[in-house]
């Protein structure tokens, strides 16, 4: 006999326990973006590889190492999306929507990059996340991050969870700020690593997200970009913290959070835990005003950030509990009384196990309060908490049990 079939290497079927978590992250924060006014987009899982290439850069990691990109029977190069930002910018082109904004996006689904798996990272894994675009003033990043806090803080994980907030300033204090980091690191050349003076020739402020523990020590003494900020990017980054302030969100200045390309201007921030061992990142986002028009739209300010449900569903301490169905026995009888409480949104589920002592046993495994024995003369409905029962109508039923 030939051996079963397994998933993917770094994939996973989502059941049971697994599934529930997964639905509640994404049902919670459905829930609550909506209350902030954002609607819901989906956009395809795979694109022109250039909505990617053109967006993350033709030489980051993602690009050249991690994307699921291939050739498609037409010759057309397509990609996995590996991240939800670039296809909803690519949507509000297409269909036209940057003259109608703001446009306030939530998104949810599978993403993919080909890494090494790890906890809590797979190479299909999904994310939620959120996109303003039109807004350029502080407030709006204040508000996107408030909803993200407000998620993590319905899901129970926010005690788990810190916010460190930064601030990339405008193209005037990023290319001070460059000139400052070039100067610095120019002078420890030799002991950067390898991967860090390439950076250092064609992007310096990714040498301050190096891992390295040489360039780790380098980067402690480096410049901050507080120093090089023009005065219209110190004001919105104190706009900023000011909003945050009024929402609420307690934050961090992490004046080491980078974004490697051109079209990140002013916030970036994180919510990271480590909760999960080694500090990780579970929300993450900031501010990207350059993107719409590098996609080829008009110039349309944006903000906006992405979760990973993997790792969000890993903090939470319990798996939702789902209210557990009415369990219908009787055959042909069950089948009426089934799609009648259907129709009145209780959920029922009619027992395929023989006999009214087997579908007990049933119903006593889906952790069930209520059965109803459909017989040709009538209907019973049996307490499974307190094992009494009494005869009762269909009319009598539905009430009961939506109580």
């Known amino acids: 006999m030939a051996p079963p079939l397994q998933p993917v290497r770094g994939t996973r079927d989502l059941i049971g326990d697994d599934a529930a978590r997964h639905a509640y992250v994404v049902d919670t924060a459905r829930r609550i973006t909506a209350l902030y006014g954002f609607s819901e987009w989906q956009t395809p899982i795979f694109e022109d590889t250039k909505v990617f290439s053109r967006t993350l850069g033709e030489t980051s990691d993602v690009v050249t190492k991690e994307m699921y990109t291939f050739e ?26 940057t003259q109608t904004l703001p446009q306030k996006v939530f998104y949810n689904g599978p993403m993919f990059r080909y890494e090494r798996p790890q906890k809590g990272r797979y190479r299909q894994f999904h994310q939620i996340g959120v996109e303003l675009l039109g807004p350029s003033t502080p407030l709006a990043d204040a508000e996107v991050i408030a909803a993200g ?30 000139a400052a980091l070039v100067t610095y690191f120019t002078v420890h050349a030799e002991s950067l690593s390898a991967d860090s003076k390439t950076r250092l020739e064609k992007n310096p402020l990714r040498i301050l997200d190096s891992k390295d523990e040489g360039d780790l020590a380098l980067v402690a003494n480096a410049p901050m970009i507080y120093d090089h900020l023009s005065e219209k990017a110190a004001q919105f980054y104190m706009g900023l913290k000011t909003a945050l302030t009024g929402f609420g969100v307690p934050f961090t200045e992490n004046p080491r959070i980078v974004r490697g390309l051109d079209y990140y201007n002013h916030t970036a921030f994180e919510f990271v835990t480590t909760a999960l061992g080694a500090q990780g990142t579970v929300l993450a986002g900031g501010r990207y005003d350059g993107l719409v028009e590098q996609m080829g739209g008009h110039p349309v300010p944006g903000v906006g950030w992405a979760a990973g449900i993997e790792r969000l569903a890993m903090l939470l301490e319990s798996p939702p509990v789902s209210t557990p169905p009415v369990i219908v026995m009787g055959e042909e009888k069950a089948i009426e009384v089934a799609a009648h409480l259907h129709a009145h949104g209780v959920k029922a589920e009619i027992s395929f196990q023989a006999g009214f002592k087997n579908g007990l046993k049933y119903a006593n495994r889906r952790a069930a309060k209520w059965a109803v024995l459909a017989n040709p003369e009538g209907l019973v409905l049996k307490n499974l908490d307190d094992g009494s029962q009494r005869d009762i109508t269909l009319v009598e039923l539905t009430p009961l049990l939506r109580s």
């Open 72 to 97: 498609d029977r037409g010759g057309d190069s397509v990609t996995l999306r590996p991240e939800g930002t670039a296809g909803v910018c690519r949507a509000l082109i297409t269909a036209g929507l």
């Open 149 to 178: 806090w407000q998620i993590l803080n319905e899901l129970g994980v926010a005690k788990d969870v810190v916010l460190n907030i930064n601030t990339l300033g405008d193209a005037e204090s990023r290319d001070n700020y460059r």
